[in-house]
């Protein structure tokens, strides 16, 4: 297994970079959290997965250890492979992850591209606890400013929106913007609503 990688940046996209190790580069795929911390040229460790299949070899890289492992922990579940798994903490940092588990909120967990409503159950089901406790400041998850989904409606409506659409936009809005303000929530709602003219 191939734990970390140490050396040059040669390349980075969207999915991946190549960093260059005794003349070999590798291709690992990470994040785009992770990827954004990488400068091209400029020397970098990466703890790293290796995972093999009967037809590839490929390396999975993260911002941490701590991320490395809620990887591990993420493709011993049945049904979730490396690559939901690295979808799983594009959308989540791993106390983010730790939060929506220990909550049972299946459907935060949906937003994962990948994880159905049945897939959401399993991982918190199969998961458990198996994370453990994550670090001590792990920010808290405050729910929307009460009374913000009658302003948001209410104004989206004043705009010209029908009812439904105005409460469906807030609803998207809300789980993209968990602890949000009723100021954020309205502007998240626009956006969803623009981008569907």
């Not at 260059?20 to 291709?27: A, D, K, L, P, Q």
Request: with cysteine; net charge negative.
């Amino acid at each position: 297994m191939i734990s970390s990688l140490t050396g040059r940046v040669l390349s980075r996209n969207a999915s991946s970079a190549v960093i260059e190790v005794g003349g070999i580069g590798f291709c690992v795929f990470a994040t785009a959290d992770t990827l954004s911390t990488l400068t091209e040229g400029e020397s970098v460790t990466l703890p790293t997965v290796l995972v093999v299949k009967e037809d590839s070899l490929t390396l999975y890289g993260f911002a941490d250890a701590e991320e490395r492992s809620v990887f591990e922990v993420l493709t011993g579940i049945s049904g979730i492979g490396p690559r939901i798994a690295l979808a799983v903490l594009t959308v989540f940092s791993p106390d983010g992850l730790r939060a929506v588990l220990a909550a049972k909120n299946e459907k935060e967990l949906t937003r994962v591209p990948g994880i159905g409503i049945k897939g959401a159950r399993r991982m918190i089901l199969e998961i458990g606890d198996r994370l453990g406790p994550g670090s001590l400041s792990a920010p808290k998850v405050s729910p929307a400013a009460p009374g913000a989904e009658n302003d948001v409606v209410q104004a989206l409506v004043n705009l010209g929106w029908n009812e439904r659409d105005a409460q469906q936009a807030y609803g998207q809005a809300a789980q993209n913007i968990p602890a949000g303000t009723a100021a954020q929530l309205l502007r998240g709602a626009l956006q969803i609503l623009g981008s569907r003219m």
